[in-house]
Structures are given as structure tokens and as C-alpha cells.
């Protein structure tokens, strides 16, 4: 970190800090040693270039490097990187001193014209007055008309052996390449945290305030980089401070930034899925009149550093969290407690939130908006959503429609294995005349060959063994099975297509113009008409959505067997009430494609394949 100024402005009530703590030398200059260090090595060995192009975000040190520049130059002992600040020249040009005729600063947003640049070249035609060189300093470069670079351009590149040029831009691509290639180009850059708190930490204790390290974290977060921003927010905070000096709940309060216990308060209820406590957080923030975007930005900082804790072991040593211990060990706790899909997930949806709220003209409804998506990894069905899940899973958080065999069956949890035993055989529902039930018939009656059906078919009760028992608790229960029929279902199927498409559009889609076929002993087959489709909720687990749907709606909880068929939905329950049993003698011979035929009237046209 650069030294504090040996030839420091004296202190004035009416002095913005960043004026009066402005740089005098090279090694004064803060977080750009990359562009210090070659130029005081320039000035030692006297080889000096006469232009240059000095480039970088705003508030970094640019014009200051140029005023040091032209004094170093100037200097009774120089060329020299230090200068002696008692001579004439230097004295001129500190920063309480009256200037040099010699070095001329030229704003280009308002001397940027062909005129003004045919001036500037008529009287660098002329000796310095009383110094060793002529020192142009132009700023914000960029400004400069095309015109005027080109009444410029034969000047800076052929100068008068008495005339430097020191161009000073935030936008060095604005400048013409033909006057850049007579230029050195130096780059400034942004300057790391760290590096501000422990510059504003020593203009503290010039200033003879005490301030909390913790409040210089938050003011360095404040200046994003700019050494002139964050004396600035400084000056502004010791303005407004008390008798104790520069304190945390001082600068959240004049910064409107987000108080770490919010923050720490939202990743807590993140972690534990705390609905209640996250709008509860989002009730505060406007309550107190936080800026929404603010909180926002705040939380996604949060959230990076939570990134880079699970990422890289010893971040906070290497430097990459810039934030008091206390903030650090918290971090470092949370970022324990949460798996790394939720974490990117929640980035994702956060950095997306930022954009939109930019503007929005109800920013509680998009703050409650992100907290609700926050919330629920279930109803994402991308890659991320997926992951995200899977990590809650781990960590024993159920969350959406996560499904558990207690949930099923609730007014006898203590026989869930026993009770399908006792239930007695019931008639064959019209799904369940496939390859794999012909055993089970083969115990009744002689075995019949069933006709082959499409492999897709096969996973139809093998893919859910965890299913199968809570349809038989449910049938286990109630006294008269009869109480629910085929009808209900028909009946309520468009609003529980609605249902089914809060939880999942692709599950939505998946069942458009299916239809309930058969509601038999807890189990309801439900007919798709087209094979993609088939292959798609079965494949992607979307019957589960559709037996959530069904108990919302219905208060029905049932096992879905999802089948392809190419039937509509039955006009009237008289067509369920005639399913055939195994005691009707007349169908005990009648199986398979056959029974198709001749209840619903279809006919065969051949067997599917299916990869």
C-alpha cells in the first residue's frame, strides 16, 4: 500500500479528502504499482517518451499520475521519479500550489474542437517560460472531435523537443488509433478491497478518527474500486458520525447499504426452506426502506462468496473474501450447510432478479417473486432444478412434492406392509391385461397366451415398487371401495389437467388428451394416445406430478398406471361398473387384445417398438 505523502496538504474543514490525500509521488499512487513501477524506472534512466496514453475506469489515478508526471519532469533535480517538493516547479504544482504556465491541463469535453487543437498547436511552438518542458495534459481524451485528432495528430507525432503530451481517458478504444500508436499506453485498473480498507484505515488515523473495520469494508465495497469514490464516501460518513468515530451501523445507515444480518437471515431461511422467515426478510427491507436493488446486489455478493468458500479452501487467506472475520466465519458456516447446485441455482435466479427489478414498478412483488423461486427447486425442471433437488435431498430437506409412504396412508402408519395381504383379488383393470399379470392369473384359471405388447410397456408396475403398497394402504382403509369411481375422475380430469400444471408444464403436456381408462383397487390406469408422450411421463417420472394433482383435487391419493391406448374417456360409469371380473364365466377365456376388442371395441394393428 502506498506511504502517506511526506508533503501532505495541510488539513482544511473545506477540503474533500480526496483532494487533500491526492498522491505527490509515484510510489504515493494506490494499487497500480503495474503502471508506477515502469515509469519510475523511465524517469531514472532518463528515457522518457514524449507522449502518453494513460487509460482506466474512472477515480483510479489517472490525472494524478499525469501532475506527478509533469513535476517529476520539471523538477530542479530532475528528470527524477522523486521529486524534491521545495523547488519552484514543485511547489507550483503540489496540490495547495497556484500551477505552472508551463503545464497546461485541457479538459477535451470542452476543448475538444478543431479550433481548440489548432491553438494548442500554434503555441506549443514556443519554449517553456521558465521550465524544462512544456507538459500538456489532456483529459478525457476521448472527447476530442475526429477533426481535432487529426489537426492534432502531426504534432504529437513529430513534437517540438521542449513538448510532452500526456493523454488522460476512460475510454481509450474512442481514441484515434493513428494518435495511439504514437503513444506508451498504460492501463489502470480497479483497485482490490483489501488495498482501499487499509488506504482508508490510513487516512483515518491521519484524520485522528477512529473507525471500525468493519465500516471500511463496507465503504471500500462502496467506492466498486475507485480510490476517489471511497475517500469520497468516507468524507461523507466522518461528516455525519458520532463521538465514537466511524461505526458499522453509521455507514449502513448513510450508504443504504444491506445491514450482514439481513443477509445472513436470508441464507439461513435458504438453507432451512423457511418460507415464512424469507418474506419476513423481504417485510423489513422495505419496511425500512432499504433499495430494493441494493438488497438485491448484496445478496448476490453474499452468495458469491459462499461460491468461492466451497470452492477453494483457504479463500479468505488468499484474499478472495474481502470482509471483516466475524462476517467470515459466518460465510464459511453457511457455505457448509448448502449444497453447490443450490448455491448456483440460487446465483442464477438472483443475477436474473437484478435485471428485472431494474425499473420495476412493484419491487416487494419481485423481491417476494425470487424468494418464492428461491423456494422451490420442484417446480424447475432444468438441469440446475434437478441438482438443486437432489442436494435438499441430501441434506434430509423435503421440500415441493416430495412423496413419503407415511404421507400416503396416515390413519394406519403402523401396518403399511400387512395390508395388502388382507385385501381380497379384485377384477383386472384394463391395464393390467399385460405380459407381466399373467402369472398372477395363472393361479385362477389356465394359463391363456397373452399376445406380445410393446417393450415400452413392460416398466409399467416394475418402475414404482415404492408406489404399489401405498395403493394398497389407501384400498385397505375404507369400508366401502365402491365410494370412489371412475366417474370422479372423468368428471374432475380438466380441473386436475389445471392442477397439474402449477407443478410441472412439461408433466402438463405430457398428459394433454389423456384420459382415466379404469379406477380399480386404489389403482387408476390412465390412457395416452400418442407413444412419444407415453414414453415421456414415464421416462421422466411425471405420473407422480399427476398423482399429486389428483390429491389435491380429489383428496384421492391412487397409484397411476400410465398405458397407451387410443380410447377416449368412457361416456358414462355404467362402463365401469361392467368391467369383467374373474368370477364372470363368460370371460374367463377372454384375455389380452381380445378383451380390448370386445369391452372397448378396438382393433389390432400390430405390435409397436419401442427403443
Not at 521545495?86 to 476543448?111: K, R, W
Not at 485498473?189 to 468493519?214: M, Y
Not at 371380473?581 to 377365456?589: C, F, I, V
Request: with cysteine.
Amino acid at each position: 500500500m502506498a506511504k502517506k505523502a511526506e508533503t501532505q496538504a495541510p488539513k482544511s474543514p473545506h477540503m474533500a479528502l480526496y483532494r487533500t490525500y491526492r498522491p505527490q509521488t509515484l510510489s504515493e499512487v494506490v494499487g497500480q504499482d503495474h503502471v508506477t513501477t515502469p515509469l519510475r524506472r523511465a524517469l531514472e534512466n532518463n528515457r522518457m517518451h514524449h507522449a502518453y496514453l494513460l487509460s482506466g475506469p474512472r477515480g483510479c489515478g489517472k490525472t494524478s499520475t499525469a501532475r506527478i508526471l509533469a513535476r517529476s519532469l520539471n523538477c530542479e533535480q530532475g528528470p527524477t521519479p522523486d521529486p524534491c517538493g521545495v523547488c519552484e516547479s514543485c511547489v507550483d504544482l503540489s496540490a495547495t500550489g497556484s500551477g505552472s504556465i508551463d503545464v497546461i491541463e485541457l479538459d477535451a469535453a470542452s476543448h475538444g474542437g478543431v479550433d481548440d487543437t489548432r491553438d494548442l498547436r500554434e503555441r506549443a511552438m514556443f519554449g517553456p517560460a521558465k521550465s524544462r518542458y512544456k507538459v500538456y495534459i489532456i483529459d478525457e481524451a476521448h472527447m476530442i472531435s475526429p477533426a481535432g485528432f487529426n489537426a492534432l495528430l502531426k504534432l504529437v507525432e513529430e513534437p517540438p523537443e521542449h513538448v510532452r503530451f500526456i493523454f488522460a481517458t476512460t475510454e481509450a478504444d474512442k481514441v484515434l488509433p493513428t494518435i495511439r500508436s504514437r503513444t506508451h499506453n498504460y492501463g489502470f485498473r480497479l483497485v482490490p478491497v483489501k488495498i482501499l480498507q487499509e488506504h482508508l484505515a490510513t487516512v483515518c488515523v491521519s484524520e485522528e478518527i477512529s473507525a471500525d473495520p468493519a465500516a471500511l469494508a463496507l465503504i471500500a465495497r462502496a467506492g466498486a474500486g475507485s480510490v476517489r469514490d471511497s475517500l469520497s464516501v468516507l468524507g461523507q460518513v466522518i461528516s455525519g458520525c458520532g463521538p465514537e468515530g466511524v461505526t458499522y451501523q453509521d455507514a449502513v445507515l448513510q450508504l443504504g447499504m444491506t445491514d450482514n444480518s439481513l443477509l445472513n437471515e436470508t441464507i439461513d431461511a435458504l438453507i432451512d426452506r423457511d418460507g415464512a422467515a424469507l418474506f419476513d426478510v423481504v417485510d423489513r427491507v422495505i419496511e425500512a426502506g432499504h433499495e430494493p436493488r441494493r438488497f438485491v446486489t448484496d445478496l448476490l455478493e453474499r452468495i458469491r462468496d459462499l461460491i468461492v468458500l466451497q470452492r477453494v479452501p483457504g479463500a479468505a487467506e488468499r484474499g478472495l473474501i474481502h470482509a471483516p472475520l466475524e462476517v467470515i466465519e459466518t460465510e464459511s458456516d453457511q457455505a457448509n450447510r448448502i449444497g453447490a447446485a443450490e448455491l448456483a441455482r440460487a446465483g442464477d435466479l438472483v443475477s436474473r432478479a437484478l435485471t428485472e427489478i431494474k425499473g420495476a414498478t412493484a419491487p416487494r412483488l419481485q423481491l417476494e417473486l425470487l424468494m418464492a423461486k428461491l423456494l422451490l427447486p420442484a417446480s424447475d425442471d432444468s438441469t440446475q432444478g434437478l441438482r438443486a433437488r437432489i442436494d435438499q435431498l441430501e441434506r434430509g430437506v423435503v421440500a415441493g412434492v416430495v412423496h413419503t409412504p407415511q404421507q400416503a396412508a396416515p390413519a394406519a402408519p403402523a401396518e403399511p406392509v400387512a395390508a395388502p395381504a388382507a385385501v381380497p383379488p379384485a377384477p383386472p383393470k384394463l391395464s393390467a391385461v399385460a405380459p407381466h399379470t399373467a402369472p398372477t392369473e395363472a393361479t385362477k384359471k389356465p394359463p391363456a397366451k397373452p399376445p406380445a405388447k410393446p417393450a415400452a410397456q413392460q416398466p409399467v408396475v416394475a418402475d414404482a415398487p415404492e408406489i404399489v403398497p401405498e395403493a394398497a394402504q389407501t384400498t385397505a382403509a375404507p369400508a366401502n371401495p365402491g365410494n370412489t369411481t371412475l366417474a370422479s375422475f372423468v368428471s374432475m380430469w380438466p380441473s386436475i389437467m389445471d392442477a397439474l400444471l402449477k407443478y410441472s408444464r412439461v408433466a402438463w403436456m405430457g398428459f394433454t388428451d389423456s384420459s382415466p381408462l379404469s379406477y380399480e383397487n386404489g389403482v387408476l390406469a390412465v390412457g395416452v394416445k400418442d407413444s412419444g408422450r407415453y414414453n415421456n411421463v414415464k421416462g421422466g417420472g411425471h405420473d407422480e406430478r399427476l398423482r399429486q394433482s389428483i390429491l389435491d383435487v380429489l383428496q384421492i391419493d391412487c397409484t397411476i398406471d400410465v398405458v397407451l391406448s387410443s380410447q377416449g374417456t368412457p361416456s358414462a360409469p355404467e362402463r365401469v361398473e361392467d368391467t369383467p371380473s374373474l368370477d364372470d364365466e363368460t370371460t374367463q377365456d377372454v384375455t389380452g387384445a381380445a378383451l380390448i376388442a370386445q369391452e372397448l371395441g378396438g382393433v389390432s394393428i400390430g405390435e409397436i417398438e419401442n427403443g
